[in-house]
């Protein structure tokens, strides 16, 4: 099955600076790759997706790349603020396995003010 | 707000007991996926169902049970109740399956279980 591996697991940057997290998988047939914020005791919340005939999208300070070769994707946030503390999850799914999402360990980002 | 929504938000409950979860979908999503999160495990998918029917299974033990019901809420059941099954489980779900695409999953609240 899927197996997605998350680096790294925490990472504490100054608001202002950008934050980087990246996530490979093992499944070349997986086409669909969804970020998720978690605040503490709360529901996972769809930040951003890419689909795999795409590169790059961007969402204002939120972007994510995608190498299908290398198979890894990573998530890109600019000028960060403490409002973005939180874990960050990336998942990978493919359409024939139902959709069903496979999650990285997650990342615990730190906004210092 | 997803739009879709868990009861109850918590449960306390002794182990050797059986509880059950609901889980109402987004207005018009087909699909119903549930997932557990524990602390050393991370979040893990269980079990999803789709217009009513058994899609996919995940690292479901044999104790837990799912079900869709004609109105498309879900129940997740989990009976014999261990100290390792205290977790956070959510319900998300998604307007279908496939159809040359993967669809965005939107997660419910949660329902936080403690077994005692």
């Known amino acids: 099955g899927e197996n997605v591996e998350q680096h790294p697991s925490t990472l504490s940057v100054q608001e202002g600076d950008s934050a980087v997290i990246k996530c490979t998988y093992s499944?070349?047939?997986?086409?669909?790759f969804p970020w998720y914020k978690q605040e503490l005791g709360k529901r996972p919340q769809l930040i951003i997706d890419?689909?795999?005939?795409?590169g790059e999208k961007k969402d204002q300070r939120i972007a994510v790349t995608l190498n299908k070769t290398a198979k890894h994707f990573s998530l890109h946030i600019t000028e960060t603020q403490p409002e973005d503390s939180a874990v960050y999850f990336c998942?990978?799914?493919?359409?024939?396995?139902?959709?069903?999402?496979?999650f990285g360990e997650g990342t615990q980002l730190t906004v210092n003010p | 707000d997803s739009g879709v929504t868990q009861t109850p938000k918590h449960l306390i409950t002794a182990t050797g007991q059986r509880v059950t979860l609901r889980c109402s979908p987004r207005?018009?999503?087909?699909?119903v996926y549930w997932y557990q999160q524990s602390l050393d495990q991370g979040l893990q998918f269980l079990i999803q169902?789709?217009?009513?029917?058994?899609?996919a299974k995940g690292n479901i033990l044999e104790r837990f049970s799912a079900q869709q019901f004609p109105d498309l809420h879900s129940e997740l059941n989990l009976s014999s109740l261990e100290l390792g099954d205290s977790a956070l489980y959510f319900c998300?779900?998604?307007?279908?399956?496939?159809?040359?695409?993967?669809?965005?999953?939107?997660f419910g609240p949660g329902t936080r279980l403690t077994v005692l």
């Open positions: 998300a779900s998604s307007p279908r399956i496939g159809a040359g695409s993967t669809d965005t999953q939107y």
């Open positions: 998942a990978a799914s493919r359409e024939t396995s139902g959709s069903r999402l496979t």
């Open positions: 890419i689909r795999s005939n795409v």
């Open positions: 169902y789709y217009n009513g029917e058994e899609r």
């Open positions: 499944d070349s047939a997986s086409n669909y």
């Open positions: 207005s018009g999503d087909l699909s």
